[in-house]
Structures are given as structure tokens and as C-alpha cells.
């Protein structure tokens, strides 16, 4: 007995008949993974964003706690900062004045 075939002749917007599909049964790893996905997703994208925050420089200027402090110690005369080198030049020329003129 042949049954007449009232399903993918046409598109279902047109025949207004919806094609049935079998679920596929999944055990129980597979299950939860596919419920877990967009979860799993959502967190992905949440640690990408938070990774990118905190890799962002942050500006200085506008927040005081996070300045850095001038250095007070220097081991080297090359470390120095040029406004602190010029100073001494003026006076170690001074105190070389000074001693010229004690000298003559």
C-alpha cells in the first residue's frame, strides 16, 4: 500500500506544512555540553574583556595614587638627572673660584 508523500514537495512557507526532524538522542557528556555552550561562550568573552582591562594602561594624570615618587638615591653620577648635574657644575666652578682666588 502506497502512501501519498505530503512533505518536501514544496518549501513549508508555502505549503504551510512543517517537516518533522528526529532529535538525535545524545548521552550525557554530549547533553551537557551542548547545554553548557553559550554559558561557556559568555564566560570566554567576559575573561577576554576582563584580560583586556587590565592590560590597559592607565592614566596617570588623573589618578594621584598611581604617580611614581622621584628617586632620592643615585649609585651612579649617570643616573642623575641633568637639572642636578648642571647644579653641581655651577658650583664645583665656584669652589674652584674660590680656591684660585684663596691660592693668589
Given at each position: 500500500m502506497k502512501y501519498r508523500q505530503n512533505e518536501h514537495y514544496g518549501q513549508?512557507?508555502?505549503t504551510g506544512v512543517k517537516k518533522e526532524y528526529e532529535v538525535p538522542?545524545?548521552?550525557?557528556?554530549?547533553?551537557?555540553?551542548?547545554?553548557l555552550w553559550k554559558e561557556k561562550e559568555h564566560l570566554k568573552e567576559q575573561i577576554r574583556l576582563q584580560d583586556e582591562y587590565l592590560?590597559?594602561?592607565?592614566?596617570?594624570?588623573?589618578?594621584?595614587?598611581?604617580?611614581?615618587g622621584l628617586r632620592r638615591h643615585f649609585d651612579r653620577v649617570e643616573d642623575l638627572?641633568?637639572?642636578?648635574?648642571?647644579?653641581?657644575?655651577?658650583?664645583?666652578?665656584?669652589?674652584?673660584?674660590?680656591?684660585e682666588e684663596k691660592a693668589n
Open positions: 513549508p512557507e508555502v538522542m545524545l548521552d550525557d557528556k554530549a547533553y551537557l555540553f551542548q547545554k592590560l590597559e594602561d592607565p592614566d596617570r594624570s588623573e589618578n594621584p595614587e598611581l604617580l611614581r638627572p641633568e637639572q642636578v648635574v648642571a647644579r653641581r657644575r655651577k658650583e664645583k666652578q665656584n669652589i674652584d673660584k674660590i680656591q
